[in-house]
């Protein structure tokens, strides 16, 4: 992918990336995840979490020191935000971070963390005082090496097996007050800029796993045969498959409308989540009828279906649930 | 009017070709990004994404 240059896509040239805009990441995150759904989403913590704070919110000297290797591939970066009690309600962070002199102590776990044991590099939000929920973040980039950072990989995870995600714990963990990302109190405000773009990548990602699940769907009811004929004569396969193919192309035009937007600087929040919701819930029912046509073949591993059924259902979880896609949606609907 | 006859099919036909090839109306830019970027998924991820997905390896092959 570094090779290709699409690490560095929506990152400024002077830092070895390669610029661009939002339509272009939404169409290297659905062709990546269209191949490998594990490996794109290594690729949207790297490049649309990680370097992309980085890029947003960094100091002049952040870029310099960070971005170069991360858009060469050679630095991987991962986003610490959920814990095990803050997920959809990120402003329940937990992880504290206490100023001593030049440094801040940090305390308390991550869970669910993409890349984090390949990191180099993790943007980790933590609070600088409990009392003040998401006006308490501060936002951290925290080296890979560093004292007292506990890495583990978690395991049993269902699908998008390529990627790792990981528990981080804090332990008296000293990072510079010079690896602060914009001001005290502000970290939050950063973190859903960044996430409100992200988004588009995510949600496009799913579209990538519907078109491949929907392509396997169409490669196996032209060669399977059942009757005296190819499945893909009879009239519930073809209905099935209308259906996918009209789905599919829906999801992808509301992700490109959502980076449209985004790219001509108007508002995009609402139709980035209206992507997401969709796309997401096209790439659950696309797997599911993709292997409801492969039939037994389908249930076994390994069959290109049974794991885009697996991987699928990650896009209804990450990066904001459903929930919390139509909590955004009906905010923007009824305040507008 | 005959004149007009003539060319509008033409131009129909020019139009509508377009917007057909020219996928959601992408730039040719865009277009051949995709077309890059699909052809790196089918040649190198998916050959190997079965293999990560039992593993659970790193996938730095194809990270690089």
């Known amino acids: 992918m570094a090779e290709l240059g699409l690490s560095g896509l929506g990152i400024d040239e002077a830092y070895g990336g390669s610029g661009g805009t939002a339509r272009q990441g939404a169409i290297v995150a659905e062709e990546l995840a269209r191949g490998c759904t594990g490996t794109s989403t290594i690729y949207v913590a790297h490049q649309s979490l990680a370097a992309q704070f980085i890029n947003m919110h960094g100091t002049e000297e952040h870029k310099q020191r960070y971005l170069p290797g991360m858009t060469a591939g050679q630095t991987i970066g991962a986003f610490a935000l959920t814990e095990p009690g803050a997920g959809s309600d990120a402003a329940g962070i937990r992880t504290t971070a206490k100023r001593d002199g030049d440094d801040y102590v940090l305390n308390g776990s991550k869970v669910f963390i993409t890349n984090a044991t390949e990191a180099g590099v993790l943007i980790v939000l933590a609070s600088l005082d409990r009392n003040l929920g998401s006006r308490g973040f501060v936002a951290l980039i925290v080296d890979g090496e560093t004292p007292g950072m506990t890495i583990n990989a978690m395991h049993g995870k269902m699908g998008i097996r390529a990627s790792s995600t990981c528990e981080v714990f804090f332990d008296d963990c000293r990072v510079p007050v010079t690896n602060r990302m914009g001001e005290e109190y502000e970290g939050f405000r950063s973190t859903m800029e960044v996430l409100n773009a992200s988004r588009v990548g995510i949600a496009a990602q799913a579209v990538g796993v519907a078109q491949a699940a929907y392509e396997e769907a169409v490669k196996y009811a032209k060669q399977r045969e059942a009757f005296g004929k190819t499945i893909s004569e009879m009239q519930g396969i073809q209905w099935m498959i209308a259906d996918m193919a009209t789905e599919v192309e829906a999801a992808r035009l509301l992700v490109m409308q959502a980076a449209t937007l985004l790219d001509a600087g108007k508002p995009f929040v609402k139709e980035a989540s209206m992507a997401k919701l969709f796309a997401s819930r096209v790439a659950v029912e696309t797997a599911d009828r993709a292997l409801q046509i492969h039939g037994g073949v389908g249930y076994f591993s390994p069959s290109t279906v049974e794991r885009l059924y697996r991987d699928a259902k990650i896009t209804e979880i990450y990066e904001g649930t459903s929930e919390i896609q139509r909590m955004i949606i009906s905010r923007n609907v009824l305040s507008e | ?64």
């Open chain 2, 1 to 64: 009017m005959e004149g007009d006859s003539r060319i509008a099919p033409t131009l129909i036909h020019e139009v509508v070709t377009k917007a057909v090839m020219d996928h959601l109306l992408l730039t040719d830019e865009e277009q051949l990004l995709r077309t890059t970027v699909r052809n790196f998924a089918d040649d190198v991820l998916a050959p190997r994404a079965s293999a990560y997905d039992e593993s659970g390896e790193f996938p730095a092959d194809n990270v690089e």
